[in-house]
Each structure stands twice: as structure tokens, then as C-alpha cells.
């Protein structure tokens, strides 16, 4: 399927109200230039949030919506994406945009980046059998050791066994430095002897 082409950026910025402090996108008031239907396009949804948010768990707390472009066709898009192309411009051919600190509901500008689909997938949630509170670190109960690893060019690597969950985090830590860089999971945490609590948002 080819790639959804996106609506021309400058009649987008006049679309659509772009607040890049708050990262909220609203409906921009419509004039007789936009054919007939702009009064009542004004009166639903001029002022308004664009979009709603999507449903399924997979893609839980982004907001997308439908634009009808100039000349036919719509456009469906997620808020950070149209964010994005109103602020900056189109996204790069391979590219996507990634929200820095792993809340996709957070589309303030200095949250937004661009980045590859790899580095995309390193700055991502928990899964929901995760028990450690960061991601590649679980017990062993055949060692009765906590392990930890991490993915590197699609291939598992084992960091270590270690006696204490500390340890584990640490060193999987290290490893998110060393191998994703900025794009490690991007919630601080703090370590107590028994827990592991994110700090601001959870590390995905």
C-alpha cells in the first residue's frame, strides 16, 4: 500500500491551531472561501480539539482524526504527526515521530522528535507481564537470580544473572546507555530494596 500522502502544509496551518507550548491542536474558523458548509463547520467544531482518542490498546492515548483535503480525499492522522507537519514541515522519507518522554498524550513540540522506526521501538512501554518495573530485567526462579538483557539489532543478548534486582537494573541501565542513547526508555526510576517506582511516566 503506498503511503497515505498528507494534506498540503500550508493550507494545514490554516486548518488547524497548533499550540506548540501546550501541544494541543484545535479547529481553526473557516471562511466562504472553504465552501458552503463553513458556518456549519463553525458552529460543531470551530475552537475544538481535533480528534479523539483511538480505541484499541495497541495504540491507547493517541489522538487521531480525519481531514477532508482540498481538492477530495481524507487524511487520517495522528495529533503528534499533525503537530509535527504544522510546526516543522513534513516528516522525512523512513522517519516517524516519536514522543520523547513515552507519553503519547504529552504532543508539546519539545517532547516531539524525529527518529527511525528501531529507535522509535526502544523508547517503549512495559509489558503488561512485566513484574520488575523495567523493561529486560526478570527473575529466575530455576537460579533464583535476576536477569537481564537487551535487544540489540533484533538479536537478545544477555547482560547478566545477578544475585539483587539492583544490580539487574543497573546494569541494564548501562546497557540502554550504551546501545539506545537517547532513545533508551525514558522514565527515570527510582530503586528501593524492595520496588522499583517510575518517577514521572513508566518506562516502556
Not at 499550540?19 to 474558523?29: H, I, K, S
Request: a positive charge; hydrophobic letters at 35%; proline letters at 5%.
Amino acid at each position: 500500500m503506498a503511503k497515505q500522502e498528507h494534506p498540503p502544509i500550508e493550507w494545514l496551518r490554516k486548518a488547524i491551531s497548533y499550540d506548540a507550548e501546550t501541544g494541543v491542536l484545535t479547529w481553526a474558523p473557516r471562511g466562504s472561501s472553504d465552501g458552503p458548509g463553513y458556518r456549519c463547520f463553525n458552529g460543531k467544531l470551530a475552537g475544538k480539539q481535533v480528534g479523539s482518542p483511538e480505541s484499541s490498546t495497541a495504540a491507547k492515548c493517541y489522538r487521531k482524526s480525519g481531514i477532508r483535503m482540498p481538492g477530495g480525499g481524507v487524511f487520517y492522522g495522528r495529533a503528534h504527526v499533525l503537530a509535527w507537519l504544522i510546526a516543522v514541515g513534513p516528516v522525512p522519507a523512513g522517519m516517524v515521530i516519536d514522543h520523547r518522554d513515552g507519553d503519547r498524550a504529552n504532543n508539546r513540540l519539545s517532547n516531539l522528535r524525529v527518529c527511525t522506526q528501531r529507535e522509535n521501538t526502544w523508547n517503549t512501554g512495559l509489558r503488561a507481564s512485566n513484574r520488575s518495573g523495567v523493561s529486560g530485567v526478570s527473575f529466575r526462579d530455576e537460579t533464583g537470580k535476576w536477569r537481564a538483557r537487551i535487544a540489540v539489532a533484533g538479536n537478545e543478548v544477555l547482560i547478566g544473572n545477578y544475585l539483587t534486582k539492583e544490580e539487574a537494573i543497573s546494569a541494564r541501565l548501562a546497557a540502554e546507555a550504551e546501545y539506545y542513547g537517547e532513545y533508551a526508555p525514558s522514565a527515570r526510576i527510582c530503586v528501593s530494596q524492595d520496588r522499583v517506582y517510575p518517577s514521572t511516566t513508566e518506562p516502556q
